[in-house]
């Protein structure tokens, strides 16, 4: 386990708007203010959720002393990334249908939802993770691009509310209907309301890099197949993580 972004982790917590595809949490929990006594800051870091609920659960309060070190994805099934940006505050992973989505560390299930009222009825459903090691908050928000009924949106979902969960333990599958159909990954915020930061700087340089691989490999599957065509041209490779937005 990897020492570093602990006081980045511990110290953020985001007040504002999230407007993008599918980032914004339905819970209207709020956030505990939190006094962390002096004496512990420089031993154990605080993830500050003491006493925080969400949906009726108690979370504890553990040191934040991790990143991640396990993909929240399975590569196989993956067709398509698309980055973090400031209008898009997640990073969205397409799959083919029964693309695997895992568990990048342990925590608590805190949210499962069918009909996530964005989209028609039956298009998206969802999950969320309390990370007790992080002290933050994974999104799955499943966009299938069509519709689907309710029990085929919960056979999917292979996780209950309150559900321990450990790390690489496989959370769900995206249902997909067409070429649209992705997962939008978040970190959110130790309420689990507001994204935080991109998601790769949660995870350990070696799963960065592989996840910056794999966007890289399916940017040039993807246009490669536009000059077979003749429609268009390798653009330079952008970051998966952007401090401005990218067209597509
Ligand atoms: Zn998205």
Redesign the pocket.
């Known amino acids: 386990m990897r020492k570093g972004l602990v006081d980045v982790v511990a110290g953020l917590l985001v007040v504002g708007t999230v407007t993008?595809?599918?980032?914004n949490s339905s819970s209207p929990t709020t956030p505990t203010s939190v006094e962390v006594p002096a004496s512990t800051v420089t031993s154990t870091p605080s993830t500050g959720n003491t006493g925080l609920m969400v949906n009726g659960i108690s979370l504890s309060e553990l040191p934040a002393t991790q990143t991640m070190t396990v993909m929240p994805f399975d590569p196989a099934a993956v067709t398509l990334i698309?980055a973090f940006g400031p209008s898009?505050t997640?990073i969205?992973i397409n799959t083919i249908t029964g693309g695997r989505f895992l568990s990048p560390g342990t925590g608590i299930v805190t949210l499962v939802q069918l009909n996530t009222g964005q989209g028609r009825p039956g298009t998206n459903y969802r999950v969320r993770i309390h990370l007790t090691s992080t002290g933050l908050n994974a999104l799955y928000h499943f966009e299938i691009d069509g519709s689907i009924s309710d029990q085929t949106q919960r056979d999917n979902i292979l996780v209950a509310l309150g559900d321990r969960v450990t790390a690489g333990q496989h959370i769900g599958n995206l249902w997909s209907l067409g070429p649209h159909a992705?997962v939008?990954f978040d970190m959110l915020d130790a309420g689990g309301r507001d994204a935080v930061r991109c998601p790769l700087v949660y995870f350990s340089p070696a799963v960065a890099t592989t996840w910056e691989s794999l966007y890289d490999t399916k940017i040039r599957e993807r246009d490669r197949e536009r000059i077979e065509n003749n429609r268009g041209t390798f653009p330079s490779l952008p970051d998966l993580c952007n401090d401005v937005d990218l067209p597509n």
């Open positions: 993008a595809c599918g980032g698309s898009h997640g969205d992705h939008h």
